[in-house]
């Protein structure tokens, strides 16, 4: 067993999922994962981009995570070997109990079996001595002066199928926000995404942020070792076009049920 830690400000979630995250393909069909998402046998297969700069990472540990109030701790359900810029990793199709949270009752979401327990997964990046480097994500950027997006992927294991549904908007200094939840997840492993979309109506001088969280299927994500910052030059010029003092990690977490699941 390899059991890890890190300090909850740094986890990015059981936060990032109970409930986050994603996969190239449509629906339909059988996903073998491919360089990509999840695959129905549990497995993903990923092709890291600018993967000739990480000459010291040796390993993939698929750690999952649990909270005892001070710390998130991870232990290690499965790893693999990082090797030409890329890895293969299959899951556990089943997560021990001791590691998993029940989702529980909240009144500003419609949860349709409150005493289902889970638990997010995280990708990590591993030396020759087991040293965390820095996590494996999946997502996509793109932006311009008037409008960005960012989605996130994550994985998220659960004991039985339930559902999560809930929104929000309202209304600030710098704009207008908006948020949905639209969970669904099966017995097992599950893919969930993280979509922030900005839009700047130039005419109005109107800032809009719409937040969702859903397991419906996204496009274009690439595999990167470290999660989307301030320093995307694709969303650069929409933050600077708005001058709205939207900053990068204001707008990653300002969202208000989904920041529930996230921190």
Known sequence: MKV???LSVLAC?????????CSDSGGGGTNTGGSGGLGDDNTITAKVENSGDYDDIDEVWAVVYYDD????YGESVADAKYSNGGF?????STVDEDLLEEIGEDDDLDISDPSAKGCNMDLEARDDNGKW????VRYYVSGNDYSGKII?????????????KGSDSWEEDNGKY?????????KGWNESFFVVDVSY???TDVLTVKYLLTTAKQSGLKWYLGYPDEEEEEWKSITTSAEKGLSFDKLMNSSRLISKFRK
């Open 4 to 6: 890890t830690i890190k």
């Open 13 to 21: 979630l059981f936060a990032g999922l109970i409930f986050m995250g």
């Open 69 to 72: 109030g001070y710390n998130y």
């Open 88 to 92: 293969t990793i299959k899951l556990p």
């Open 133 to 136: 480097i820095e996590d494996f």
């Open 152 to 164: 996130i992927a994550e994985y998220f294991y659960a004991d039985k199928a339930v559902t999560i």
């Open 178 to 186: 908006e948020e949905t939840i639209n969970l669904s997840f099966k």
């Open 201 to 203: 109506n130039q005419n």
